[in-house]
């Protein structure tokens, strides 16, 4: 019997991004439980990772195996060239076989960190015009946006909004700076990040009488600034490594065991490079494979301060004070979603003897900040759930009456 429905999921999944997986994670959960009989598979960057641990067939996003490495001989030079054209008929064809493909959050329509036009940006708009020329409704669900000033980006960024049949956003700004990029977004809404759809981990520390400090969880972060910042990008990443540790060094003369986190694969050097300047015991590196095992991670520290996206929305899932160093406007507006707008820190300028003075005011906060933390929750649950019906009335109009009356006879 055929299935309902044809979905493909898009994006760099499986790449070693824990938020990128994170998202799919949540969007699969969806499907399972609104669309079970519908057959799933994925255009992605690591087919192997998304097949082993998620169980769908996976298709590899770019022909040349060595796009994102930088290309300096004539031969990588030549590969590169004519993987452009060889996705053109791949995407095409993949987009071809599927009702709805879903581009389940991430920060798509943003150059927060550097990108290059021909890279991820040029596969979306494949992606985009290729579900406008066959019929197939493709989705950007809960994305992240941001002004782009390249312009090659900007006009690549444009047309694949244009070109999407539903769009939402994780943030108001992101959803503004659609609008200033010219896409009608009178019909775009927002919702939360997706990871926030994920399972929460258990609650954080009990309230009671006060004991010997927790553990401080501190997320970092392979920060070498934005797409303008190319020039200074060195500069920059060495001003931060040397805030964020002198951070976790005076985080350790006060006796607090400090653990790091990271969410993606080239965050390693930062985490060696701290335990190499510290050299302390109290300093541990956690071993973190996806959004439920960083949850569970800040789910035990008494407080957080990170840097990545989803190190911060691990955070506060799971109901603990955080702060931020933040990088890009996504984290001020995630930060303000949440009720902690006050404890922001400039990633860019690390002061480590400011940060200590926030973190805490951070600390004597807590008890109030973990109530904030829990109602902003359970509001982000409902706006999801939200989305998701809309979502199914959106994609899936055939099946959506059908589920609707199953789950009626049901209950």
């Known amino acids: ?51 082993a641990r998620y169980g769908i067939p996976a298709t590899r996003l ?11 001989r004539a031969g990588a030079i030549a590969g590169k060239g004519l993987g452009k054209l060889v996705d053109i008929v791949r995407t095409a064809a993949w987009v071809r076989r599927h009702d709805v493909v879903i581009v389940p959050g991430m920060g798509v329509l943003e150059a927060t960190l550097p990108l290059r036009p021909w890279g991820f940006p040029y596969s979306l708009f494949l992606l985009c015009a290729s579900g406008r020329l066959f019929g197939t409704r493709v989705a950007l669900v809960s994305v992240g946006a941001d002004a782009i000033r390249n312009r090659p980006t900007r006009a690549l960024v444009r047309w694949s909004a244009r070109l999407a ?41 009990p309230s009671g009488p006060p004991g010997p400090p927790g553990p401080v969880c501190v997320g970092v972060m392979a920060f070498h600034g934005g797409d303008d910042d190319r020039a200074r990008a060195e500069e920059i990443h060495r001003r931060y490594l040397d805030g964020t540790t002198r951070f976790v060094r005076a985080l350790v003369e006060d006796g607090r065991a400090v653990r790091l986190l990271t969410g993606d694969e080239c965050d390693a050097p930062v985490v060696a490079a701290i335990l190499d300047a510290v050299d302390s015991p109290l300093v541990s590196a956690a071993e973190a494979a996806s959004l439920a095992d960083l949850m569970k991670e800040t789910a035990a520290a008494d407080t957080v301060v990170a840097t990545r996206y989803h190190n911060l929305v691990c955070a506060l899932k799971a109901g603990t004070p955080t702060l931020a160093l933040s990088y890009a406007a996504k984290s001020d ?27 805490r005011a951070l600390e004597q906060g807590a008890a109030e900040l973990r109530r904030t933390l829990t109602e902003r929750n359970l509001v982000a649950a409902r706006q999801l759930k939200d989305q998701f019906s809309e979502l199914t009335a959106a994609l899936f109009p055939a099946t959506d009456h059908d589920n609707a009356h199953a789950r009626q006879e049901a209950s």
Do not use: I, K
């Open 62 to 72: 770019h022909w040349y195996r060595g796009e994102y490495r930088t290309a300096s």
């Open 333 to 359: 507006a995630l930060m303000d979603r949440m009720g902690l707008a006050t404890y922001c820190h400039p990633a860019r300028e690390v002061d480590a003897g400011r940060l200590l003075e926030q973190f």
């Open 165 to 205: 049949a539903y769009r939402s956003y994780r943030d108001a700004r992101s959803r503004d700076a659609m609008r200033a990029m010219g896409v009608d977004t009178a019909r775009d809404e927002v919702y939360p990040d997706l990871a926030f759809a994920l399972p929460a981990p258990r609650a954080g520390a």
């Open 1 to 51: 019997m055929r299935p309902l429905v044809r979905v493909g999921v898009f994006g760099l999944l499986g790449s070693g991004n824990l938020g990128n997986d994170g998202s799919l994670e949540a969007v699969l959960g969806y499907l399972r439980a609104e669309h079970p009989d519908a057959a799933v598979d994925a255009l992605c960057g690591g087919p192997e990772a998304v097949t």
